[in-house]
């Protein structure tokens, strides 16, 4: 079945650093990739999503690039602000019939002023 | 556009007894989602509703669950009776229908907590 492993967590940085959260997954065909966002008190967002391989999905700095070679959707950022502090998911959902999502376990991101 | 409602967003039951949770999707989303996260780990699937009717029930985990959606707008999952694994936070999520890969609007969650 799917699966996505994403690195654990927490992860603290200082306010400007870059930030590289890892995201593997394990799926049949031609997923679709995401990541989505939870602040605190608040529900998920999409934070980007990727659809076929080579895509990159970016949005409010972040970027990640659907890698099929190395089945991995890996979240980026230049430079990291406190806002930023928040869980991150990982999650795919297949290319035939379940449109469910699988999602990882979440990483916890902590931004230092 | 109201996004993803749900009601309650906390309950605190005790062992045995029923709850009930409420999910009001995004106005004219046909694709319906259940998922929860238990004790810090990931977020799991339950059940999938087209309009009124169940799609996937694969995640459900066993028949102390119902899930409805009359109508196809909004849709309640009860437990009953709620046991202490019961406990987490419960997920709501709708999307329209379109081709794979659409994106999945959730709501706040309703944190479950059975002792």
Redesign the interface.
Known sequence: GNS?TQMEGPVTLSEEAFLTINCTYTATGYP?L?W?VQYPG?????LL?A?KADDKGSNKGFEATYRKETTSFHLEKGSVQVSDSAVY?C?L????G?????????TRLQVQP | EAG?TQFPSHSVIEKGQTVTLRCDPISGHD?L?W?RRVM??????LL?FVKESK??E??MPNNRFLAERTGGTYSTLKVQPAELEDSGVY?C?S?KQGP??????????TRLLVL
């Not at chain 1, 608040?42 to 999409?46: A, P, R, V």
């Not at chain 1, 379940?98 to 979440?106: D, E, I, N, Q």
């Open positions: 996505v679709s995401f989505y608040e529900g998920l967002q999409l999503k659809t998911f999650a959902s297949g290319d035939t379940r449109r469910a999502l699988t999602f990882g376990s979440g | 993803v694709n989602y998922y810090g780990k990931e977020i799991k699937f999938h799609q996937d694969s995640g997920f999520a999307s794979r890969g659409e994106t999945q609007y959730f709501g706040p969650g």
